[in-house]
């Protein structure tokens, strides 16, 4: 089986009271090799994902630097005229990124 192609690693979130994403803690891929972790925010998840980039939920191993336990894609859907960041297949009207770890 090949490997799946992504851009980055969404390891996990922090929202607000609503439930909406505020920060975002992702890796970038460089070829092998991923970059430390960083924060971003909401609307530069979104523009990420817009622009094209495949990004993939996740969890570093352990003592691992580039191994990664890899999970579902995340995903922008418009949902009542607004932007709603998704894991997997699923429809939702507010952000749903339920197996993605809150911090």
Do not use: C, N, W
Request: hydrophobic fraction near 40%; glycine fraction near 10%.
């Amino acid at each position: 089986m090949a490997k799946k192609k992504f851009d980055a690693i969404l390891a996990a979130v922090r929202v607000d009271e609503d439930g909406q994403v505020q920060l975002a803690r992702i890796f970038e891929r460089y070829g092998v090799v991923f970059s430390d972790h960083f924060l971003v925010d909401r609307d530069d998840l979104i523009k990420r994902i817009k622009g094209g980039q495949k990004i993939q939920t996740g969890k570093r191993q352990y003592k691992m630097g580039s191994v990664f336990d890899i999970g579902e894609d995340v995903r922008v859907i418009s949902s009542k005229g607004k932007e709603v960041l998704v894991v997997g297949s699923g429809e939702a009207e507010k952000d749903h990124l339920q197996s993605v770890p809150r911090f």
